[in-house]
């Protein structure tokens, strides 16, 4: 996928995980963050992993099963010392767990309780 300057990879190895997971995402989901983190997953992208939104209610591109944006997706990384893809859904319910923790559920205004 490209967008603008910024090219962005879903390795088939993403999508090949998801199908041979022997926990569905909402397991994992349920299991890593609870019911709260499945619900805002439902809410931000129906619990899709490989979601992408070209121009959310802040004008920016959304992706993933979280619905970062870019800038944010890239400030937590920096903030938790982590990297990785924006499609990666697992680290994504990671970073959003640690946000959450810290006070900034406000990322997620349409889902966020």
Same mark, same amino acid.
């Given at each position: ?33 609870? @019911? ?5 997953? *439902?809410?931000?992208?129906? /619990? ?6 070209? =121009? $959310? ?23 938790? @010392? ?5 499609? *990666?859904?697992?680290?994504? /319910? ?6 959450? =923790? $810290? ?11």
């Amino acid at each position: 996928m490209f967008l603008g300057s910024v090219a962005i990879t879903v390795p088939y190895s993403v999508i090949l995980e998801q199908e041979n997971d022997a926990q569905t995402v909402e397991e994992y989901i349920l299991e890593a963050g609870g @019911k709260s983190l499945l619900q805002l997953a *439902d809410c931000e992208s129906s /619990v899709n992993p490989l979601a992408f939104n070209p =121009k $959310d209610t802040d004008g920016k591109e959304k992706f993933g099963i979280l619905q970062y944006d870019l800038d944010t997706w890239r400030w937590a990384l920096k903030r938790y @010392k982590l990297s990785g893809d924006i499609f *990666d859904w697992k680290l994504q /319910v990671k970073i959003t767990q640690k946000l959450i =923790k $810290d006070g900034y559920a406000q990322k997620w205004p349409h889902c966020a309780s």
